[in-house]
């Protein structure tokens, strides 16, 4: 009979958030894997239990190797824990390729519910909750990141994020760009910690603040589209006339995506290509 394998979320930041679940599936799980087991030390010792199981290590670099021996154990009936640095396995951290793998092996799979960056900044943001969508981290090449930003221009959802906070002003301006400068916004950092902070605004000024301000763990939920105006189509016929007159193409497109809600990127990219139109 297989065993099975439990996803269990670990606080973002106070460790009162833990699910009391949480300390009881440590002690009794017979394997532990683990993010960091450094910090696995100190989660236990805020809890004030100890794992009865082995520990090991399990992280992005040995995931796809590590997830193989897991579901043999869990096949041979182990109880297996997943535990990552903060938050839900498998949401931007390892866990998918173990959960897709005891899946496929007929291994039940369920979690330890708990505190997670996604919800929580979504929750604070002031922003729409109704309808949303998980994004996790941008690319971090430039032209990657802007042609991932230039396809949500029109999302209508209220879109989540997570960055590094020495690219956080690039993303934010790379976001002004594709979504327009005063798209509602919120830069999360270091939530349910000590130096806690939400910073609400446009994406410009966030910009802005995030050159001198930017740290600690970061999560940014931005406002969805209120829809455009019009298509691309409709919109280029003006851009190209416009410039066609002398006006510069930079200054013709973010006038035009301003009162249209169109990408400026893409109507910029609509007038040099043909192809794009």
Known sequence: MSG???LAATP???PRD???RLAEELASADIVAAEDTRRLRRLCADLGTTPAGRVVSFHEHNESSRSADLVEELRAGAR?????????PSVSDPGYRLVAAAVAADVRVTAVPGPSAVLT?????????DRFCFEGFLPRKAGE???????????RRTMVFFEAPHRLARMLRSAADAFGADRPAAV???LTKTYEEVRRGGLTD?????????????????????GPAGTLEDALPEVLERTGAGERLKTVCAEVAERTGLSKKALYDAAVDPGRR
């Open 145 to 155: 990141r802007e042609r991932a930003l230039a396809g949500l221009a029109d999302e």
């Open 80 to 88: 297996v824990l997943v535990v990552t640095d903060a938050g839900m």
């Open 188 to 190: 999360c950092r270091e």
């Open 206 to 226: 966030l910009a802005d603040w995030a050159e001198e301000h930017a740290r600690g763990e970061i999560t940014v939920v931005v406002a969805g589209s209120s």
């Open 4 to 6: 099975l394998l439990v």
């Open 121 to 129: 900044a979504l929750a604070v943001s002031g922003l729409p909750v």
């Open 18 to 20: 833990a699910a009391p």
């Open 12 to 14: 973002i930041g106070d």
